[in-house]
């Protein structure tokens, strides 16, 4: 299939298509300026896969959790471009992206959520696909859920902001970490394949972003 690709749930704008069996993509780093840059993002991408949007038969995007206006970005330019040609999207969990990227067939994802808590979730690999072990959730470091056995690989910034902190409640069992690892549209992409495969998309207006944090809006003098 002619598939697109779009990830904004960072500080990184990402964009990936699909020719048939060949891949392309770009990543870049936006700094909250990703609405500026997306759409020529995916411009460059179809051109360099040599494919008309007209083309594209589906489009996948990084629903999160993440940052909140990435979130929104990534939803909203996938909900226009699949509304106005009647394409069936399909959204892909952050934290699981993180696991397809890592190469690894145990992972502990987690991405900072600011406010002295992680977006959490932990996978392993079956076959050519992943197995929930943890679903994702937002917790303190220190309250994360345990898994069992060793060898986990430990993914995203999460590690980075609270390092020492998980790695007090998660001790041995996580023998790697990759805190500069981060979701990307490629494998945004990856795991949306068979999902269109199995006839699982969506109508456009169901693009929409996954928070976990109850409270997405919060005013200047609430915060933290």
């Known amino acids: 299939m002619n598939l697109l690709a779009i990830d904004t749930s960072t500080d990184t704008c990402s ?27 995916v411009e460059g991408v179809l051109a360099e896969a040599r494919l ?12 999160g959790p993440g940052s909140f206006t990435g979130l929104r970005i990534a939803a909203g330019v996938t909900q226009g471009l699949a509304l106005a040609r009647g394409l069936g999207v399909v959204g892909v969990g952050s934290l699981l992206t993180l696991a397809e990227d890592s190469a690894s067939e145990r992972v502990i994802a987690c991405i900072d959520a600011h406010m002295g808590e992680v977006y959490h979730a932990a996978y392993r690999r079956a076959g ?16 994360v859920p345990i898994v ?23 001790g041995d069992r996580v023998s790697m970490i990759r805190s500069d ?22 109508d456009a207006a169901t693009a929409v972003p996954v928070y976990l944090r109850d409270r997405v809006a919060r005013k200047t003098g609430e915060r933290g």
């Open 15 to 41: 964009v990936a298509a699909s020719r048939g069996e060949a891949f392309f993509s770009r990543s870049e780093p936006a700094l909250q300026r990703q609405a500026e840059k997306v759409l020529g993002m």
């Open 52 to 63: 008309e949007l007209g083309q594209i038969e589906g489009i996948a995007y990084g629903e």
């Open 128 to 143: 050519s696909g992943w197995t929930e072990v943890s679903p994702p959730g937002l917790y303190k470091p220190e309250a």
């Open 148 to 170: 069992s056995g060793s060898d986990w690989t430990g993914c995203g910034d999460g590690f980075a902001a609270h390092r020492e902190r998980l790695a007090s409640r998660l």
């Open 181 to 202: 690892a981060a979701p990307s549209a490629r494998a945004v992409l990856k795991l949306a394949i068979p999902r269109f495969a199995a006839g699982e998309a969506k």
